[in-house]
């Protein structure tokens, strides 16, 4: 049954498509991440975390996003398999690396004064702009979605005392909360991530999903 669900999520239409957006979506999530972080308006829930981790341990990011997902992709295994493709595999691997790397260039290129807050809002708006649609982009594709996502999705299949959305604001305001336990950043790109990513993958998927099909 396993080895049937994994070849389904390759026997779509349009493979090639998606896994070329799903490249790109995975990369630009990442740089976007790595800007969230130097400019200091905060970051989404589940890299408030990380980084939190990150700075009391003193393992990279990407290391850390890497064992959180990890150790969350037990249970969406045991409960449903379904949830799991190659965009899961991409986004434990791939987001957190490529945003340590976006982060030291982004030092380097910082000058010793710091950035203005005429930069900072610059990046701020260009690079919340390109994570929405990214991310929109990375769940419209179907192939499969990070463990984080897949949590709260679980959770609310299996309770009808809270809705969906109910499930994953509680989810995200439980993680948020321990990242600015551990000394994370929260600010407006959280509030954005938070309230704006929701709307944004409808408004993304009613132009773009039949592109995929």
């Not at 179907?142 to 959305?165: E, F, H």
């Not at 959280?190 to 309230?195: A, K, N, S």
Request: net charge positive; aromatic share 10%; with cysteine.
């Amino acid at each position: 049954m396993k080895s049937k669900t994994i070849a389904m999520l390759f026997n779509r239409p349009r493979i090639g498509r998606r896994l070329a957006v799903l490249i790109t979506s995975l990369t630009v999530i990442g740089i976007c991440v790595a800007v969230f972080k130097s400019v200091g308006f905060g970051t989404d829930p589940c890299s408030t975390f990380t980084l939190g981790i990150s700075a009391r341990t003193g393992v990279s990011f990407g290391t850390c996003q890497l064992v959180f997902n990890l150790l969350m992709f037990l249970p969406v295994i045991h409960l449903d398999l379904s949830r799991i493709g190659i965009g899961t595999v991409g986004n434990m691997v791939g987001v957190g690396y490529i945003a340590d790397f976006c982060m030291r260039v982004i030092d380097i290129w910082t000058p010793p004064e710091g950035l203005s807050m005429a930069v900072r809002v610059f990046m701020f708006a260009l690079s919340m702009a390109a994570f929405l649609v990214a991310a929109s982009f990375y769940m419209v594709v179907d192939l499969g979605v990070a463990p984080y996502d897949a949590i709260p999705q679980l959770i609310a299949a299996r309770t009808n005392k809270l809705s969906p959305r109910s499930v994953r604001m509680l989810w995200d305001l439980s993680i948020l909360t321990i990242g600015f336990l551990l000394g994370s950043t929260i600010g407006l790109t959280t509030l954005i991530t938070g309230f704006c990513l929701g709307p944004a993958i409808a408004l993304v998927a009613g132009h773009v999903k039949d592109w995929f099909e």
